[in-house]
């Protein structure tokens, strides 16, 4: 199953490959050059399409539970100063995701959204302590029924050029459902309440929709 961000993508891919091949076959006698250049494409149109992939996942919705909004690994647990919404000191837990993960953004919980921004910026690479503010992102804001506001940010890697993000200020957020895309992109920042019990460690790898990051 493939994302909808990924179909034309996807679409494009398989033309210009289709059209290489043939182009091949009629232009050459060389049954192994053929055999290479198709090796090539199949293996070429293989890795874009697992980009896109959107697997389905057993999300069972739960307000005690905050989830991991993406799959990747954990490199970042620490308090901060977050200075775009709350203005305030908040514990981050950040999830790089490298391009051979799933890139499907999830809410991480169900409710209100009150808070919705893209801002443009450069293309650090993900790890730079300054790409959180300075790389092109989106920021959103839930408002959970126990866990209170919950912020989420998507952040553009150095490879990354395209956030797509679907929240919209006054809508209602359901947990696990789709937010968003980052297209061949990186990381998600979570910034949750101080005292928060986090359930994840440094360099675990987390399913989005799945893996509990906080639960009251």
Do not use: C
Not at 79 to 88: A, R, S
């Amino acid at each position: 199953m493939f994302h909808k961000e990924g179909f034309k993508i996807l679409g494009i891919s398989l033309i210009l490959l289709l059209a290489i091949n043939l182009a091949t076959s009629y232009l050459s006698s060389n049954i192994w050059v053929i055999y290479i250049v198709f090796g090539i494409s199949s293996v070429l149109f293989a890795l874009v399409a697992q980009f896109f992939r959107n697997p389905k996942r057993g999300i069972s919705e739960n307000e005690s539970y905050l989830v991991s909004p993406v799959d990747g690994k954990v490199v970042a647990i620490e308090e901060v100063q977050e200075n775009e919404y709350f203005k305030d000191k908040r514990l981050l837990v950040s999830i790089f995701m490298s391009p051979l993960n799933v890139h499907v953004t999830r809410y991480p919980v169900g409710g209100k959204i009150n808070y919705s921004k893209y801002h443009k910026g450069k293309f650090l690479v993900a790890w730079h302590p300054k790409s959180s503010e300075e790389n092109e992102r989106t920021t959103v804001v839930v408002e959970s029924p126990k866990f209170g506001e919950v912020l989420y940010r998507q952040i553009a890697g150095a490879v990354a050029k395209r956030i797509v993000n679907y929240a919209t200020s006054g809508q209602k957020a359901t947990q696990g459902a789709d937010s968003g895309f980052i297209k061949f992109g990186s990381r998600v920042d979570v910034f949750l309440p101080l005292g928060s019990e986090v359930k994840v460690n440094l360099g675990q790898k987390v399913r989005g929709g799945e893996t509990i990051i906080t639960e009251l």
